[in-house]
């Protein structure tokens, strides 16, 4: 029995769609029930549903195998997992932005952020001082309301920015999912994670 931990929100059902190319057999439950832990029996697995940012803690405590999380929560926080494959779903990109022609008042600029330690070491691999400002979503209301002087975030489409009058400044990371899993279970049960890996491999996109 494998138990892996999934992503609830925008990665699930991309990630959901890659696991049925790659042949697993997953029930409707997966789209039709509110459970958070679905077994599947048939192929020996067990799914459970976490908040993204959530998903890398479940496996690192080994409840969870595996995992699905996004480069971004990876880069975030350093944790005792694997990362083994690039599943190059959910494909993004994260950037500095900012309002056109921004002024900046003070030393230090203030960024807003969901992710406080890749804002703060990618400032501080460019030699500059910023005051962090932490925040959870909407990230691009705070240059707009006076909160921040310039935000990080997750660019995709380039919506967001582009409704909220904002603009790209510096792109700092290229962002895919990727296949996590827990030192210890890659070590008790490599063969059935290395079939796993093979069967993803042979369905993931080229670019
Ligand atoms: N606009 C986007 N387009 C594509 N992928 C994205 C986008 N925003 C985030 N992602 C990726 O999807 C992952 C999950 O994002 P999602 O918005 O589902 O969750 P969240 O914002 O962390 O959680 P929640 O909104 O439930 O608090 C992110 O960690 C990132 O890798
Ligand atoms: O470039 P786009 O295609 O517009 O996508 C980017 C937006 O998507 C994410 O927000 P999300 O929808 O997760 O909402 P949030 O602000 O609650 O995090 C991200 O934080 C951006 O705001």
């Known amino acids: 029995m494998i138990t892996i931990a999934m992503p609830k929100g925008r990665i699930f059902e991309e990630a959901v769609e890659l696991l049925r190319k790659a042949e697993y057999r997953l029930p409707p439950e997966f789209e039709e029930s509110r459970k958070l832990i679905i077994d599947v029996p048939e ?7 976490a908040k993204p940012m959530d998903v890398v803690t479940y496996v690192e405590h080994g409840v969870a195998d595996l995992g699905i999380a996004g480069k971004d929560v990876m880069l975030e ?25 921004g002024k900046v008042n003070g030393v230090a600029p203030r960024v807003a952020t969901k992710y406080p330690n890749v804002a703060s070491s990618y400032f501080r691999e460019q030699g500059e001082q910023v005051e962090i400002i932490k925040l959870n979503g909407s990230i691009e209301l705070a240059p707009l309301i006076g909160l921040a002087d310039r935000i990080v975030d997750i660019v995709s489409t380039g919506r967001t920015l582009k409704e909220n009058g904002l603009v790209e400044l510096e792109r700092i990371a290229e962002i895919t999912s990727r296949l996590i899993v827990n030192p210890v279970s890659y070590r008790m049960k490599d063969t059935k994670i290395d079939e796993m890996m093979e069967r993803l491999s042979r369905v993931i996109g080229d670019e």
């Open 43 to 49: 192929e020996e697995m067990r799914f459970i549903l």
């Open 77 to 101: 926080e350093e944790r005792d997992v694997y990362e083994i494959l690039d599943l190059k779903i959910s494909k993004c990109h994260l950037a500095v932005a900012g309002l056109p022609n």
